[in-house]
């Protein structure tokens, strides 16, 4: 089975603060992405890397970057944490060759900025 | 572009009975679609998916969708719920020409009441 593993099930980190999520997969799937989810507003978007070292912006990056040194691995980064991006956050990942597939997510990660 | 709207953020139902959650989306291409359950605190666990063939598609737990095309619809149904679904329910896209980039839903709570 695939195995999505996010590092942090709940942080509670301060304003201001430089936040790293990580995020480790281990079936070799070149994309990974970073989602952030909010009540009401589904999943969005925040960076979608295709292979090492290559990213892309999603639909809200503001705030937020991300690192891909490896392939197994794709970090968060909140440059100077703040209050509105408490959130839950989600990566996930999948395969870029064999045709069309679901992504496989992690069980997640609850930040709280105080 | 794609959206995918889910018209119904809360679903009440009472255990054994049917239910059925709304799933539009809306794309110039064509479409992979899926639907994924959370559970309060977990991550995203897929129930099934539509990549080709026959439009009546069946998942875990007994759930099953309908692909319509001309509706450019993908409603999830279950013939008898069980407290155990309870749970939020998310349906997601993919396109055709791009599938390594995922749309999803605000998402739907289903509450199961005994």
């Known amino acids: 089975d695939v195995k999505v593993t996010q590092s942090s099930r709940y942080l509670v980190k301060r304003t201001g603060e430089k936040v790293f999520l990580e995020c480790v997969q281990d079936m070799d799937h070149e994309n990974m992405f970073w989602y952030r989810q909010d009540p009401g507003l589904g999943l969005r978007l925040i960076y979608f890397s295709y292979d090492v070292k290559m990213k892309e912006k999603g639909d809200i990056p503001e705030g937020y970057s991300v690192s891909r040194e490896k392939k197994e691995r794709f970090s968060l980064i909140l440059e100077s944490a703040s209050t509105n991006q408490t959130s839950m956050y989600l990566c996930?990942?999948?395969?870029?060759?064999?045709?069309?597939?679901?992504?496989?997510f992690g069980q997640g990660t609850r930040l709280t900025v105080v | 572009a794609q959206s995918v709207t889910q018209l119904d953020s809360q679903v009440p139902v009472f255990e054994e009975a049917p239910v059925e959650l709304r799933c539009n989306y809306s794309s110039s291409v064509s479409v992979y679609l899926f639907w994924y359950v959370q559970y309060p605190n977990q991550g995203l666990q897929l129930l099934l998916k539509y990549l080709s063939g026959s439009t009546l598609v069946k998942g875990i737990n007994g759930f099953e969708a309908e692909f319509n095309k001309s509706q450019t619809s993908f409603h999830l149904r279950k013939p008898s719920v069980h407290i155990s679904d309870t749970a939020e329910y998310f349906c997601a896209v993919t396109p055709s020409l791009n599938f390594n980039k995922f749309y999803f839903g605000s998402g739907t709570k289903l509450n199961v009441k005994p």
């Open positions: 996930a990942s999948s395969p870029t060759g064999g045709g069309p597939t679901e992504a496989f």
